[in-house]
């Protein structure tokens, strides 16, 4: 075990690329979440997924952006046509499922130029 | 809206003194409470919880909630310039996680 495994790490883009994320989590951690944290921020809820199923989404995630979860195992997320306000870490989590404690994966670094 | 409070600091303290981080939260409904420290550049690492009002101890980290007061605090004993870092705090309440902006320590040699 481990731990949450996040990939790519740093991600250079142009504005208006698409880009892709994606999280591993702790092997018998079903529910995953989806951050995203800027300098000086904590980290903002992005979604919820518990098993395959999306329960919550934050309603400041634009339509530019979607996460799935397939198989309830490993969760991506996308980004469309960035901007470059979409620069900054993408952090993935995970919980057990009766846990309340979420741990953090390495993050992604996005860069939108 | 579930919110959390933090001095964003920074707070500086000599190695060896105690330090003292603090946090407000505006949701009576929230069930835990969280700190994680996070190096520059670096993503959160998972400190200690608490969910009973009172101290909760592990080494050098004590954590205290006053649920009546919407209050959480963290003292780290014996500080050490490895504890240099930004301290977040979070709340949990129907399955979301919500974190304030983060307190930033110094621990001078």
């Known amino acids: 075990d481990t731990g949450v495994s996040q990939d790519p790490r740093h991600k250079i883009t142009k504005r208006g690329q698409n880009v892709t994320f994606r999280c591993d989590p702790i092997s018998e951690h079903n529910r995953l979440y989806w951050y995203r944290q800027t300098l000086g921020q904590g980290p903002e809820f992005l979604t919820y997924?518990?098993?395959?199923?999306?329960?919550?989404k934050s309603r400041l995630l634009s339509d530019r952006f979607s996460a799935e979860r397939p198989k309830g195992s490993f969760s991506t997320l996308e980004i469309q046509r960035t901007e470059q306000g979409d620069s900054a870490m993408y952090l993935c989590?995970?919980?057990?499922?009766?846990?309340?404690?979420?741990?953090f994966g390495e993050g992604s670094w996005l860069t939108v130029v | 809206q579930k919110e959390v409070e933090q001095n964003s600091g920074p707070l500086s303290v000599p190695e060896g003194a105690i330090a003292s981080l603090n946090c407000t939260y505006s949701?009576?409904?929230?069930?835990?409470f969280f700190w994680y420290r996070q190096y520059s550049g670096k993503s959160p690492e998972l400190i200690m919880f608490?969910?009973?009002?009172g101290d909760k101890e592990d080494g050098r980290f004590t954590a205290q909630l006053n649920k009546a007061s919407q209050y959480v605090s963290l003292l780290i004993r014996d500080s050490q310039p490895s504890d240099s870092a930004t301290y977040l705090c979070?709340?949990?309440?129907?399955?979301?996680?919500?974190f304030g902006t983060g307190t930033s320590l110094t621990v001078i040699p």
């Open positions: 979070a709340g949990y309440t129907g399955n979301q996680f919500y």
């Open positions: 997924f518990q098993n395959e199923a999306q329960l919550e």
């Open positions: 608490i969910y009973s009002n």
């Open positions: 949701d009576r409904g929230s069930q835990s």
């Open positions: 989590a995970s919980s057990r499922p009766s846990g309340n404690t979420i741990y």
